[in-house]
């Protein structure tokens, strides 16, 4: 029981981080039907720039929790940045042409993020400053929680519901909601297009850059190459909460990561990164949909 | 145009993404490469106004589902690539044949996959699956029960087909987007099994000791004498292609590319096709990896990764989807290029990223066009 009560709370831990980047892939391919392979690496450039704020900072002030919200802002806005680059650069130019293209594009722009990172970072694993404050642990009844851990889940928590709070409840986030839906439409009653697409990428970038810095402070490394299996397993959550929905992209991040620490917890460790894959196929199997989505597929 | 908007402009189309590009690179890249981006854009933008917006660009794909035969060019590059291909490796020293090696072996993967992306328009980003799945077949069955390899070869095709079947049958239902990625998923399940299931695989430290092939009279343990086995094979494969193209098959399936709901009216079954295709071009990729594990001798997940597939899908791409002869030369210049760059190791792939994107940008059906 105590361990399974443990593999929840890590489950919880890393399903908020899929649910962050999900709702990138899932706001994008809501809004112009494109399954965003850089988002992964989106996320890898947050973890970054975090990183790098934490670097110009220096090792003087690591009792100070303020450090982790400047760092989270500092890759928040790298990622921000490159999410609009490779949308303006990459994306925008072919929008119109056929699915493929775009796929194929996109594949493209995540190679050569991945390559850039590496050749200005260096292939090597480079370590996030381990901050005192957040390897506090918590101790109850033999179940041990970091504040780390509480941190990226309430930090998460807090994202999702601003998030859903501004789609639903302003102006923006109605031409969000109405791009979505008809693109042509949403042309005609003066929506602009270009800015709201805009927007959804600078919007699901920040996000994954936020996930980024947390999972630099969680784990203590970073790499070039870790946007890739997560970005994938992120696509994976939107997929099984229903692609194009905001609130399936929250809930199919959290159930993936306790699948994803049970089954590594009860099935096997070494295939745990077989599961979300496994999950995949399955959800194509089953209910192509998704958990809570419309039909579409 | 007054000055002022002429200067606005300039401002606007280069000024402004130089400035951008460089200011976002400088906390990765550092001051120096930062700089070389910028400029880069900058020559990028330049080449794009200057020679690429001014005509005015009107491409539409014609693609004619009638086969009309070689013209004489067409025919004579076949005989030429042949020759090239028979007389070279007799002047190569070792690496180079083991380079020409590869390409041959890209090639049959190439042309594998263009059966699925090039005639069908489906995208699969897990295609390399099969090709790990025929080596480790042949590996498996010469280890386990001394299979040989003229015994394996068709066993390492259809072992590939039977996996196939089970990507193929949930997704292909489905719209493009989600058999490219549950494709992608079969791949790197299929690698992490090979990785883990160490009583079957020896998990990542591969399987050694595997044989070449053998003929009698005919020496095949050679490079060269295995770069003319491979060969063979290619000129069987291109064969059937062309058969498999000129057929009602090969119709329906691009009936099936240009217009899928409209195949669906005039009777075609795309679900039974696009299944049937699913699983001849993995066959084709099965029979490729059994080749390669008996020229390596050895096999290991590491061969089999999702970049892998990416090279392969883009010697299709880069060739011409649909077009035989554009997907072999794809094949070989990605092969070859690399190899002639080998002081820019680094920004290998930077370079073929650009590629992939500009390529989708500017002339999405590859260089020599789709044609069928």
């Given at each position: 029981m105590r361990i399974f009560i443990q593999q929840i709370i890590n489950g919880l831990t890393t399903g908020s981080v899929y649910a962050l980047i999900a709702l990138g892939y899932t706001m994008v391919y809501g809004i112009i039907e494109l399954i965003n392979f850089a988002h992964g690496e989106i996320y890898m450039i947050g973890a970054y720039g975090g990183l790098i704020v934490l670097t110009l900072i220096g090792t003087s002030h690591t009792s100070n929790i303020g450090i982790v919200f400047l760092a989270m802002g500092g890759g928040m806005l790298l990622s921000m940045a490159y999410g609009f680059t490779v949308e303006k650069f990459a994306y925008k130019p072919i929008r119109n042409s056929s699915r493929l293209s775009l796929l194929i594009t996109a594949l493209g722009a995540s190679i050569f993020l991945q390559n850039f990172v590496m050749i200005g970072q260096g292939a090597s694993d480079k370590n996030y400053i381990s901050l005192n404050v957040l390897n506090a642990t918590f101790t109850l009844y033999g179940i041990a929680i970091t504040l780390n851990q509480i941190l990226i889940f309430a930090v998460a928590l807090v994202i999702m519901l601003s998030l859903d709070l501004f789609v639903n409840k302003t102006m923006t986030g109605w031409a969000m909601k109405a791009t979505s839906q008809d693109p042509i439409t949403a042309q005609l009653v003066g929506i602009n297009v270009d800015t709201i697409v805009s927007l959804t990428f600078i919007i699901g970038s920040g996000l994954a850059g936020i996930a980024g810095v947390l999972v630099g402070f969680y784990y203590g490394i970073v790499n070039f190459s870790i946007g890739y299996l997560v970005g994938i397993k992120a696509f994976t959550a939107a997929v099984l909460g229903g692609i194009g929905d905001l609130r399936g992209a929250m809930v199919g991040g959290l159930l993936l990561g306790l699948l994803e620490s049970l089954g590594a917890a009860y099935l096997s460790s070494d295939y745990k990164d077989a599961f979300a894959f496994i999950i995949l196929i399955a959800i194509l199997l089953i209910k192509p949909s998704g958990l809570f989505g419309k039909r579409q597929a | 145009m007054n000055l002022r908007t002429s200067i606005r402009t300039i401002l606007k189309a280069y000024v402004l993404p130089l400035a951008w590009i460089f200011a976002i690179s400088i906390p990765i890249m550092g001051l120096v490469r930062s700089i070389f981006a910028g400029v880069f854009v900058f020559a990028g933008l330049l080449v794009f106004n200057i020679f690429?917006?001014?005509?005015?660009?009107?491409?539409?794909?014609?693609?004619?589902?009638?086969?009309?035969g070689l013209s004489f060019a067409g025919r004579f590059a076949w005989v030429f690539a042949l020759a090239a291909a028979i007389i070279a490796p007799l002047f190569l020293n070792g690496y180079s044949l083991d380079v020409f090696t590869s390409v041959l072996f890209y090639t049959m993967l190439a042309l594998g996959l263009n059966l699925l992306?090039?005639?069908?328009?489906l995208l699969n980003l897990g295609y390399i699956a099969f090709y790990g799945i025929g080596a480790y077949t042949y590996a498996i069955l010469s280890a386990?029960?001394?299979?040989g390899f003229w015994g394996s070869l068709m066993l390492g095709g259809i072992a590939a087909s039977v996996f196939s079947l089970i990507i193929a049958?949930?997704?292909?239902?489905?719209k493009g987007d989600y058999l490219a990625i549950a494709t992608l998923g079969f791949g790197e399940i299929v690698r992490i099994v090979l990785n883990n299931w160490d009583s079957l695989?020896?998990?990542?430290?591969g399987i050694m000791n595997i044989p070449r092939p053998s003929l009698p009279w005919i020496q095949l343990s050679t490079g060269i004498g295995f770069f003319y086995l491979v060969l063979c094979f290619i000129i069987l494969q291109v064969y059937l292609l062309y058969r498999i193209k000129r057929s009602r098959f090969g119709r329906y399936a691009v009936a099936i590319r240009e217009n899928e709901r409209a195949a669906e009216m005039v009777g075609i079954n795309t679900y039974k096709i696009k299944t049937l295709y699913f699983m001849l071009s993995a066959f084709f990729g099965g029979v490729a990896g059994v080749l390669f594990a008996s020229k390596q001798m050895f096999v290991s997940p590491?061969?089999?990764?999702?970049i892998e597939s990416v090279y392969v899908l883009a010697m299709v791409i880069l060739g011409g989807m649909g077009n035989i002869a554009g997907v072999m030369a794809g094949a070989f210049t990605l092969v070859v290029l690399p190899e002639l760059l080998r002081e820019f190791v680094l920004y290998r792939m930077l370079i073929f990223s650009l590629l992939l994107i500009t390529m989708m940008l500017f002339k999405p059906e590859g260089l020599l066009g789709k044609r069928t």
């Open positions: - | 690429i917006r001014r005509k005015a660009r009107v491409q539409k794909s014609r693609s004619r589902l009638t086969y009309t992306v090039g005639d069908l328009g386990k029960f001394g299979i049958v949930p997704t292909l239902r489905l695989t020896n998990g990542p430290n590491d061969s089999f990764t999702f």
